[in-house]
């Protein structure tokens, strides 16, 4: 059985490179579905997600090459419009390529998505949407069937600023005739990213990272090149290393904006913050202390992705924190694992009281979901002694060279297949 192996206890120095995020290029690949030629998709991270989406955009006709971190994606074949479930379910964007397929082909055949087990995702907003701008959707045998000959732009209210939901709404809309306003969008900076990607593809879209987007639809689109934008989770998940360890580190090509609330968590914590163009950073405490609370919100708040890595981080701090989550139920998982190591943590549904030790200690534990993995690997680096973190292929769907990089910043982990 696979797992990484820590010995931990050693400060983090150095500067680290931040790779391209995730949760942009997913929905990007998707988007290269709807129209044909050459899309040159740059920054895009070697990660097990990315793999599957590759998987997905071969299996609808595309052909793939990467080349460095950049991927060429040749989506002027005769594409398909079905998506089977063993390639839906192993992960949640795979639905966003709903909104990309029925803006090419008019209709689309597609299982309920996998990802995460972080407690119920339902996929409700993203199909009242897109029935909302005129798609007819049935779910036959586990699949959902979409056509939509006529797609209409219309105004569209989301009752959660789902991302997901916008993403796909925002796709569907560039094929609908008219316009579509989005009221009470995500503003998470991805959604700005697509909308870029869109835009240079020939697609109207305004709005984008505000609570309201409008897309003017049936513009002809052309494939497009793109650098998509720094991973700012994985930003983060460095700087709580560094800070649970009492180190100094740079983290580099990276939008600093975008980290502006874990930053402000940070500093609360007593860390000492640098901001410069593109590159942040951070010089901790021996001990880092309790910022009080923490509550998750939809951007511009705080993220539910940085959560578990928070959690990690003041399991060694000096202090007790409350830490509220109000976006994913089953997002404490990695509480269970992280007492395994001597912290004090006790949770009841949403909410997480934190009782800072002065020391966590080496155990063997096992990663659940890709945040609560890292958040292991997080607290293993603070700890005294070893750590095996089993079922580390949760935490390669979001980090690339993860082991390589935290080596460069003094880390004793490895990889053991
Ligand atoms: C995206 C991110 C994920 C992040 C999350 C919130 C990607 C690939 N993933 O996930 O890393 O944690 O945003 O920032 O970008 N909801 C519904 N009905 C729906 C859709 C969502 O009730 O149809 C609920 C969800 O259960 C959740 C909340 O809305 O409670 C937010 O989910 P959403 O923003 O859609 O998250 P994802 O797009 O899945």
Redesign the pocket.
Known sequence: MSKIVVNGGKPLSGVVKIHGAK?AV?PILAATVMTGGVHTIQNCPALSDVSTTVEILQELGARVEREGDTLIVDTGGEMQSFIPERLMRKL??SIIFMGAILARKKEAKISAPGGCELG???????IKALRELGAQIEEEHGYLICRAQNLKGTDIHLD?P????TENIMLAACAAKGTTVISNA?R?P?IEDLANYLNSMGARISGAGTSTIVIEGGSPLSAAEYRVMPDRIVAATYLCAAAATGGSITVTDVCTEHLSAVLAVLSDCGCKIKKEKNKVSLVAPQIIKSPGSIKTM?YPGF???AQSLFLAMLAKSDGTTLITET??ESRFKAAGELLRMGAKISVDSRVAVVKGSKKLSGACVTAQDLRGGAALVVAALAAEGRTEINSPEFIYRGYEKLEENLKTLGADIAYEG
Do not use: K, Q, W
């Not at 119920?120 to 993203?126: A, G, M, Q, S, V």
């Not at 789902?162 to 939901?165: D, F, K, M, P």
């Open positions: 949760n997913l949640r964007s119920p995702r339902p996929i409700d907003l993203h959660i789902s991302v997901g939901a995500a998470e991805e939809p993220p539910t992705d976006i994913f």
